[in-house]
């Protein structure tokens, strides 16, 4: 069978890069390999032996409030963990069979991002963030995603709503200690309305004085680093956010606008644009983000029926190439194909030297998904040098016509098939293949 460019575009722009023989396996019904793996998401084995966050909170919160040398062995320990966490976690991409599943729950990761690099203590904590709030609801529902994002010790801690005190509460009076609005603001501005979602400065305080309570057991308690909702440090009385009073209420009050924030139409235009983005081009066609609205909106946020509704975009398979692939995805997409069999280690030390260390986007907003947040000439530099080096770690009977075939066939210039055939030796053929724009495309 020859494959098509659609199995191409399953492959790497819903999945994440072509083993050998996946090309032609995909290619009788690409859509339906697609649909399928919604319909029986699975968590990867590699993942299986982490155990739950809140051991690994608890530690986090003692440790922040320790001024011992133990608080340097914690982050010791802290850096290994992540270490492994991330190794285990690009494996299972690399090896995985529904690999659809694995880009949504790096999409979603990406979203609501949780980074070590404003907070290294956090590294403890990532992997688990992503495994509990992230990856359960990939085909769920938003707001619930959205509830266990908000609930969850890491985004917590890493948007300081663990220290937040409303100024009239009793712990306010108290202390003197005062509100913090960045997780407020991070979640109107990034995760629900947009930038452009029509709220005002009044409605991040408005909305930061309904979150606050929302905090973790404190150091040294049985409850440390577990989700906690603390009444003295909420702020009393009624709020009003977006036009919408929210009477007094406690933890309600947050339950109740976090539910309002993800059934708004602001929310399903950003997140159909967010979306748009990622599985159709830089700048999605209007039209296609107001479908992928409408899906959001009507169906409740459900997000395997948003997925479903990217893939039968015909705008989705239109251009091949239209999307230039992350450090993560070249990353991972070169190894598919070559059948990785190495040190965990390596895997993260390629993502760093490529720009993108995983769980340290350089903000909230998290990492670029657009050309120009990727390709520069000294990155493209990096990911020729990175090809170059990868290529000369593999076994020397790969044939590298084979791995292109493989792969870029159903959509490569002949000029790079003839070069790749052409090169002098096949470890030069497959670096060649590696730092083609085809390769470096999704």
């Known amino acids: 069978m020859t494959a098509k460019p659609e199995a191409f575009v399953a492959l790497n722009r819903f999945g994440l890069g072509a083993a050998p023989g996946d090309l032609d396996r995909v290619a009788g ?32 919160v003692n440790a922040i409030q320790d001024k011992s040398a133990q608080k340097e062995q914690f982050r010791k320990e802290a850096r290994a963990l992540y270490l492994q966490e991330v190794g285990q976690r690009t494996l299972a991409a ?8 694995e880009r949504l729950t790096h999409f979603w990761s990406n979203h609501f991002t949780v980074s070590i690099a404003a907070k290294p203590i956090l590294a403890v904590l990532v992997g688990a963030f992503e495994r509990e709030a992230i990856r359960p609801h990939v085909t769920g529902r938003f707001h619930d995603m959205l509830r266990a994002v908000v609930s969850h010790p890491a985004m917590l801690i890493y948007l300081d709503n663990a220290t937040s005190v409303g100024p009239d509460s009793r712990a306010g009076r108290a202390r003197g200690k005062g509100l913090n609005e ?8 990034l995760h629900t309305l947009g930038v452009d979602g029509g709220y005002t400065q009044t409605d991040v305080q408005e909305f930061a004085k309904i979150l606050t309570g929302w905090s973790v057991g404190r150091p040294k308690s049985e409850e440390a680093g577990q989700f906690r909702f603390h009444p003295m440090t ?6 009003t956010l977006l036009g919408k009073r929210y009477r007094e209420a406690g933890m309600a009050e947050g339950e109740a606008a976090l539910a309002d924030l993800s059934r708004h139409p602001a929310t399903a ?20 983000v107001d479908h992928l609205a409408r899906v959001f909106h009507d169906s409740d946020g459900d997000l395997g029926e948003l997925t479903r509704a990217a893939i039968a975009l015909p705008e989705a398979w239109a251009d091949p190439l239209a999307k230039v692939k992350s450090p993560q995805e070249l990353v ?3 190894l598919r194909l070559t059948t990785f069999d190495g040190d965990t280690d390596k895997l993260v030390g390629s993502l760093a030297l490529l ?7 350089p903000s909230p907003a998290g990492w670029p998904d657009d050309a120009a947040g990727w390709i520069g000439p000294e990155a493209s530099l990096q990911r020729i040098e990175w090809s170059m080096a990868l290529a000369q770690r593999l076994p020397r009977d790969l044939s590298p016509v084979a791995l292109a075939d493989a792969t870029i066939a159903p959509v490569a210039a002949r000029d790079t098939m003839l070069a790749i ?21 999704r």
Do not use: M
């Not at 699975?42 to 155990?51: A, K, M, Q, R």
């Open 332 to 334: 991972t997409s070169a």
């Open 234 to 239: 909420h702020e009393p009385g009624d709020k």
């Open 355 to 361: 720009g993108q260390t995983p769980f340290a986007a």
């Open 269 to 288: 235009r950003h997140v159909a644009t967010k979306f748009a983005r990622h599985f159709i081009a830089d700048q999605p066609p209007p039209g296609a």
């Open 29 to 60: 019904d690409s859509r339906g390999w697609l649909t399928d793996q919604l319909a029986r998401p699975v968590v990867p084995p590699e993942l299986s032996g982490f155990g739950p966050g809140s051991d690994h909170a608890r530690d986090l």
């Open 182 to 189: 960045n997780l407020a603001r991070e979640l109107l501005e």
């Open 421 to 441: 055939e052409r090169a002098p030796d096949a470890r030069e053929a497959i670096a060649l293949l590696f730092s083609s724009p085809e390769f470096q495309r």
């Open 94 to 101: 690399i090896r995985s069979q529904a690999p659809l599943i």
